[in-house]
């Protein structure tokens, strides 16, 4: 229950001046209760005509006094009344509250409690807000006495016309407004920068420039004079930008010379600098180091401070500091971005230029030689491979041919390929005798794939339709398989090294028949061992055996290529299956049959 | 109170008072209602009115639930009159506050 009364019929014992107006309530301090009552002395503050700073205090200043007496035994027991008394002096407004609870000791010393603590904190509310206090605890009793002063009442005056009422500034609205003003005038300028910012980091600046203007700019807009902004890179903190204070050398993370900085990065959580008499000269006396992260990656550390005052920063500042960190991490996170798409692309292209030319390097068209049909294949398990093959038209009675695979894929293999190809191609004069090109082209390329660590394996050949033979070389290369015309399939085993393992090499030569009829099939190993999956042809026989099963009933080239393909499980317009390993490449020429 | 989940976050909004009469049963309410796949909790205070010592103890507690999980906890839109009790009690400096 609540009323008021004039300053007449103030009771006794409680201060009085000639003006003045008194508020009493009186009821059972349940917490509800209390609430309410706070809000009703608000009303009545109000009405006096109170600043709008003072009745939030004076709620707040209520709320905790009486939820004081409800929690420490008023509200359980329904004998319990508390009288609350309201006094407004001219320059100062007091408050009684008189309870019948045991009551509390109230600490000579009033501080907060821990940051975690999550109760404490009343009686500091009520010294802040207070400009004097005091607790009396009797047996029966408990009075406390809270008094605030303000800067006045308003003078009493006649009422004004209605249109200046209009244009006086009403005091609380005044504040109100003022502090609307301070918090959007701090948004407006975290907002304008950030657009000003934005638009500097499109045109190319190094970030280090970008952090030293976001960096001055914050200092400025936060009232501090000095900051430092550190970011990390591999393990170590590194200045990139500093202002109004001397750069530290890069240091390992969390042994920071800056001062508070390895507490900050330890904890992840913000450091405040607060005056400490203790603090060495020429350090801030306030300030705030605020580690940013990237989710979980530690990004840097922004530290700002004050020097010339120890008034800790306000929570608007703090929003700002906050906000610019963020924006900072975003303009880092999007130039490494862009780097990285930079460097992709680059790859990509690089990439695409060698697939490019290893595909140049595959006969364009295959020589047409009546009497002969050939057929290619070479699909590499990357975008570019160690595979090729190759067809070179002979003297009008036949053709060179290789096929060869250099030791690993990607682009480093195709170069290499390359290579080998161009040297096989150069020996011309040796195209009749394969065992002395093979020979001949080991030679050449030995320093250079030893040099490299590589080796190439190779298999060659020439066939003479004059003499009605091909001749084969084979270094380290998958068997050559022939089939003859009466089924037989002979097999081209390797007679030499590969390429690369031998300075001097030494070649044997194969010569087989091929007559009318017969069929040849030259191949990498990517047929035999793929290394991740199924293999069609699990050990070189079984490629001999599925030539002689295959090769008799398939007349033309492109025919034993498709069943070939179809063992394989590759379809040509698909491209690589996903689980293909190693390249895979082969070769295969056939000799029409006679007329019947 | 309004207690959302946007997947990402539990997001409290329509909170006009906390205080030591509403401290508790907002608290028990938000433990009962966030879900154990989130991690991050949002206060939006911008129809928060009046906080007092109590109400900070549950903000503390929401706090501390959102960071068991690793999550963050923030303060949307607090009105300078909160504000200024964040700073009286210096607990502006340990919440994440987003205005």
């Known amino acids: 229950m609540s009323f008021s009364l004039t300053a007449a019929s103030t009771p006794s014992g409680l201060p009085c001046a000639e003006e003045g107006r008194l508020w009493l309530w009186s009821g059972h301090p349940t917490l509800a209760a209390i609430r309410t009552a706070g809000q009703e002395a608000r009303a009545f503050l109000g009405t006096a005509g109170l600043p709008e700073e003072d009745l939030g205090a004076w709620e707040l200043l209520l709320a905790e006094a009486g939820n004081n007496v409800a929690l420490h035994g008023g509200e359980d027991d329904p004998d319990q009344v508390l009288d609350i008394e309201i006094f407004i002096f001219k320059n100062r407004v007091t408050a009684r509250l008189t309870d019948r609870t045991e009551g509390f000791t109230w600490p000579d010393e009033v501080s907060l409690p821990d940051d975690d603590a999550e109760s404490g904190r009343g009686l500091f509310i009520m010294e802040a807000l207070t400009s004097s206090r005091s607790y009396q605890r009797h047996p029966c009793l408990n009075i406390l006495t809270l008094e605030r002063a303000f800067e006045g009442l308003p003078p009493a005056a006649a009422p004004a016309p209605a249109v200046a009422a209009a244009t006086v500034p009403d005091p609380a609205q005044e504040e109100i407004?003022?502090?609307?003003?301070?918090?959007?005038?701090?948004?407006?300028?975290?907002?304008?920068?950030?657009?000003?910012?934005?638009?500097?980091?499109?045109?190319?600046?190094?970030?280090?420039?970008?952090?030293?203007?976001?960096?001055?700019?914050?200092?400025?807009?936060?009232?501090?004079?000095?900051?430092?902004?550190?970011?990390?890179?591999?393990?170590?903190l590194t200045t990139i930008a500093a202002n109004g204070c001397e750069s530290p050398e890069a240091c390992r993370l969390g042994q920071s010379p800056v001062p508070f900085e390895n507490i900050a990065v330890a904890t992840r959580q913000d450091h405040w600098i607060e005056a400490d008499p203790a603090r060495p000269s020429g350090q801030p006396q306030a300030g705030l180091i605020h580690p940013f992260f990237n989710e979980d990656e530690l990004m840097g550390v922004l530290s700002i401070g004050r020097h010339h005052s120890s008034t800790p920063l306000d929570a608007g500042q703090v929003n700002i500091i906050h906000t610019f960190a963020e924006f900072f991490t975003q303009q880092v996170l999007s130039r490494r971005h862009a780097e990285s798409a930079i460097k992709a692309s680059i790859a990509h292209r690089e990439l695409e230029l060698a697939a490019e030319i290893q595909?140049?390097?595959?006969?364009?068209?295959?020589?047409?030689?009546?009497?002969?049909?050939?057929?290619?294949?070479?699909?590499?398990?990357?975008?570019?491979?160690?595979?090729?093959?190759?067809?070179?038209?002979?003297?009008?009675?036949?053709?060179?041919?290789?096929?060869?695979?250099?030791?690993?894929?990607?682009?480093?293999?195709?170069?290499?390929?390359?290579?080998?190809?161009?040297?096989?191609?150069?020996l011309n004069q040796l195209h009749q005798t394969p065992a002395r090109a093979m020979e001949r082209a080991g030679r050449l390329l030995y320093d250079d794939l030893d040099r490299l660590e590589m080796f190439v394996t190779a298999a060659i050949g020439v066939v003479d339709l004059h003499l009605g033979v091909v001749r084969i070389a084979n270094a380290g290369h998958c068997p050559v398989l022939?089939?003859?015309?009466?089924?037989?399939?002979?097999?081209?085993?390797?007679?030499?090294?590969?390429?690369?393992?031998?300075?001097n090499p030494a070649c044997q030569e194969f010569s087989v028949p091929f007559l009318p009829g017969a069929r040849l099939l030259a191949?990498?190993?990517?047929?035999?061992?793929?290394?991740?999956?199924?293999?069609?042809?699990?050990?070189?026989?079984?490629?001999?055996?599925?030539?002689?099963?295959?090769?008799?009933?398939?007349?033309?080239?492109?025919?034993?290529?498709?069943?070939?393909?179809?063992?394989?499980?590759?379809?040509?317009?698909?491209?690589?299956?996903?689980?293909?390993?190693?390249?895979?490449?082969?070769?295969?020429?056939?000799?029409?049959?006679?007329?019947? | 109170m309004n207690i959302t989940n946007n997947e990402h976050s539990l997001t409290i909004s329509d909170v006009r008072e906390l205080t030591a009469g509403t401290a508790n049963e907002t608290k028990n309410k938000v433990r009962l209602q966030f879900p154990p796949e989130l991690k991050h909790i949002d206060f939006n205070c911008s129809a928060l009115d009046f906080l007092d010592s109590s109400g900070l103890g549950a903000l503390i507690s929401l706090q501390k639930l959102a960071s068991e999980r690793g999550g963050r906890f923030r303060l949307l839109s607090p009105k300078p009159t909160i504000i200024q009790v964040l700073e009286m009690t210096r607990l502006h400096r340990v919440f994440e506050i987003v205005a």
Request: aromatic residues 8%; charged residues 20%.
């Open chain 1, 359 to 426: 595909r140049s390097l595959l006969p364009y068209r295959l020589p047409v030689i009546p009497g002969l049909t050939l057929a290619g294949h070479c699909e590499s398990a990357l975008t570019v491979g160690g595979d090729f093959y190759d067809v070179i038209p002979w003297n009008n009675l036949g053709f060179f041919f290789v096929v060869g695979d250099v030791m690993g894929k990607g682009v480093g293999a195709s170069m290499m390929a390359a290579v080998t190809r161009s040297v096989f191609r150069s």
């Open chain 1, 177 to 236: 407004l003022d502090a609307m003003t301070e918090e959007l005038s701090a948004c407006y300028e975290s907002l304008s920068a950030i657009f000003r910012f934005t638009a500097e980091a499109r045109q190319c600046v190094s970030l280090t420039d970008f952090a030293n203007r976001l960096l001055q700019h914050l200092v400025t807009v936060t009232g501090a004079d000095c900051g430092m902004l550190r970011v990390v890179s591999g393990e170590d």
């Open chain 1, 482 to 503: 022939v089939s003859l015309p009466d089924g037989t399939v002979v097999s081209a085993e390797p007679t030499m090294a590969p390429l690369g393992l031998d300075r």
């Open chain 1, 523 to 596: 191949y990498s190993d990517g047929l035999i061992d793929p290394r991740d999956g199924r293999s069609p042809f699990p050990a070189p026989e079984d490629a001999a055996a599925w030539m002689a099963a295959h090769a008799p009933g398939h007349g033309s080239a492109d025919d034993l290529k498709a069943a070939l393909l179809q063992q394989i499980g590759c379809i040509p317009s698909e491209g690589p299956s996903t689980a293909q390993a190693d390249d895979q490449t082969f070769l295969i020429i056939t000799r029409e049959s006679l007329p019947d």
